[in-house]
């Protein structure tokens, strides 16, 4: 049975992720931050483990690798999906180091230190890598320079790790645009004004993942990929 191992699983995408897996057939290992949710997905999901687990801790990331490895015997794809998803901090002339450094440390070393420890497995697989960024690493609102640096690190991260590790690994990027997973209440203006006529849900971003592991996207690697209902290409001027 082939494994996925999910950061960040514990709730919205990462869980819509970690249950469509499952649907499929897959082992699913959910490694989070969060020490109450990470089992509680766990359960929910027939035969899956967790390792509550920081991401940007290189020792914690390692024990998470090794649980994982040990639980399900094999690694064949990675989610790096944990982030802290709020884009928005200080004005930049107030943004402290430390508030810049966690945020950069999170979505961007996470997912550096999750690919090195997970390669070793994945070369065995012929494995494949998804790198959760944002519609964000193209174009911003006010505030958000950290959130969007470490999105845009992140495709860079994927074009650069799908050369170092081709043939054996290939690295993909997937770019979401809004996805409610926070239950947040949507407006009718919410859902219009999306080309594809409505908000994104948690599977939207679930099926392509699943799809650019799949044996399907064989000759797709280094690619970002945005799933936005088509927010990014539509031209707004302002009255
Ligand atoms: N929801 C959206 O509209 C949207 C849009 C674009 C990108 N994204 C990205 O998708 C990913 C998932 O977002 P979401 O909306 O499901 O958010 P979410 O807050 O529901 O999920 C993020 C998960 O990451 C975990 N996490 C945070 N810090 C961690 C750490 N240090 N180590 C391990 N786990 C940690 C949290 O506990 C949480 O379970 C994020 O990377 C986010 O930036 C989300």
């Known amino acids: 049975m082939k494994c996925v191992l999910i950061t960040g699983g514990a709730g919205g995408i990462g869980l819509g992720c970690a249950s469509y897996f499952a649907g499929k057939g897959w082992s699913v290992f959910i490694a989070d931050i969060n020490g109450e949710a990470c089992p509680e997905a766990a359960r929910s999901i027939d035969g899956a483990d967790f390792a ?3 991401v940007a801790s290189e020792e914690s990331v390692k024990a998470c690798v090794e649980r994982c490895v040990k639980r399900f015997g094999r690694i064949d794809a990675l989610i ?3 982030g802290i998803a709020n884009p928005f901090t200080e004005p930049v002339e107030s943004l ?5 450094n966690r945020v950069i440390g999170v979505n961007l070393t996470g997912a550096f ?3 090195k420890h997970c390669v070793p497995y994945l070369r065995k697989t012929n494995g494949s890598i998804i790198n959760m960024a944002s519609t964000r690493a193209f ?3 006010k505030n958000s320079e950290s959130y969007a640096a470490s999105k845009g690190g992140l495709t860079a991260l994927t074009h650069a790790s799908a050369v170092s590790l081709g043939p054996d690994v290939r690295v ?3 770019c979401p645009g809004w996805i409610n997973v926070s239950g947040y209440r949507t407006s009718e203006r919410d859902h219009a004004q999306h080309p594809a006529g409505r908000v994104g849900k ?3 971003i679930a099926s392509l993942a699943y799809y650019l592991v799949s044996d399907e996207a064989k000759f797709i690697t280094g690619q970002s990929f ?3 209902g088509g927010m990014t290409v539509k031209m707004i001027y302002e009255d």
């Open 96 to 100: 402290s180091l430390e508030e810049w």
């Open 52 to 54: 509550v687990t920081d």
């Open 80 to 82: 790096n999906n944990a």
């Open 139 to 141: 174009q911003s609102e």
């Open 113 to 115: 230190l999750m690919t």
């Open 202 to 204: 948690a599977e939207d």
């Open 172 to 174: 993909n990027c997937i």
């Open 226 to 228: 945005t799933a936005d």
